[in-house]
């Protein structure tokens, strides 16, 4: 565990896949401590954070998880176990959580849904047997407390930051920003168009991005990385980074239809490991379909094919 300004307490868990560790922060407040995020559930998880917690002053009040994705909820069961404080996660993440970790199997909508972008039958599976490596390690916390945007947890904020996940959380105050996934350096933080997520995943985080600059931070903590000195800056390169993504892919479309999966051959290269490729349709996609609302693309769909013209 280590000890940051303003007696915020970090704790770096480990990721078998890249960027190989995750942060959680404890923020100490008037009613106890309260725990942003968890990392994966690993089948030791629970020893581990009695080892972190053990000697931390005080008790843990809360447990909060700013978005559903493995590395952020996966062993929030085991530390609200371990501790018996409750969980608190947003009302939309939530309600995505359910859908893709819980009972629906969620497999087949994603085959129909790479399918029809145009992934190839052999390698479709191979993207859902990738994106299925994580499950065994999400023990996410049913019925947790809902919150939304604006909602006040001992003196921090909640703070919208959708995009990287349609309802992720950030919290705020007193300058300092616990960013989640949201504002993150040197990586940019993946921004993908996903079954049943928002239409323009891009937009919503180029406007969330935004709002950082407005909201002046002067300090965050990002979930993966070291603490960013000038979160404002960074907001305005990865909205500058994404503007030029946006005039890449806007380059690579002609007349002749092409899938999201044709086209994140140009923007992120040929070799990529299925894992990264799953990535990389995605995030092509939520780019081609913020050129479609920006007017600078066309969308065309079949039942059985999505595929992208110039405009
Ligand atoms: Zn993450």
Excluded: N
Aim: charged share 25%.
């Amino acid at each position: 565990m280590d000890e940051l300004a303003g007696g915020i307490r970090r704790v770096t868990l480990p990721l078998p896949t890249r960027p190989g560790h995750v942060h959680s922060y404890l923020l100490p407040g008037d009613e106890g401590w309260t725990v942003v995020d968890t990392g994966l559930g690993l089948p030791d998880a629970r020893e581990r954070w009695a080892r972190e917690l053990e000697g931390l002053p005080g008790h843990v009040r809360r447990i909060v998880v700013t978005h559903f994705h493995p590395d952020h909820v996966g062993a929030a069961r085991d530390l609200s176990e371990l501790t018996g404080a409750p969980v608190l996660q947003g009302r939309l993440d939530y309600a995505q959580c359910e859908l893709v970790w819980g009972e629906t199997d969620w497999g087949p909508v994603l085959v129909d849904w790479f399918r029809r972008h145009g992934v190839p039958e052999g390698m479709v599976t191979e993207l859902i047997e990738q994106g299925s490596l994580y499950r065994p390690f999400i023990r996410y916390q049913p019925d947790p407390e809902l919150i939304d945007p604006g909602d006040a947890i001992d003196g921090w904020r909640a703070v919208a930051a959708p995009g990287h996940a349609d309802g992720q959380l950030m919290l705020l105050r007193d300058g300092v920003l616990v960013a989640a996934d949201h504002v993150l350096d040197p990586i940019s933080p993946t921004v993908g168009l996903w079954p049943r997520s928002r239409p323009d995943p891009l937009g919503d985080y180029v406007g969330a991005l935004r709002a950082v600059v407005e909201l002046g931070p002067t300090f965050a903590l990002p979930g993966h990385g070291e603490p960013i000195a000038d979160p404002v800056r960074r907001a305005r390169q990865l909205i500058a980074h994404h503007d030029e993504r946006l005039q890449a892919t806007a380059a690579m479309l002609h007349d002749e239809p092409q899938s999201g999966y044709d086209v994140s051959f140009p923007l992120f290269g040929d070799d990529l490991k299925p894992a990264a490729r799953r990535f990389a349709v995605a995030e092509t996609l939520s780019h081609l379909e913020r050129l479609v609302l920006a007017a600078g693309a066309r969308r065309h769909e079949t039942a059985e094919r999505v595929t992208y013209t110039a405009r």
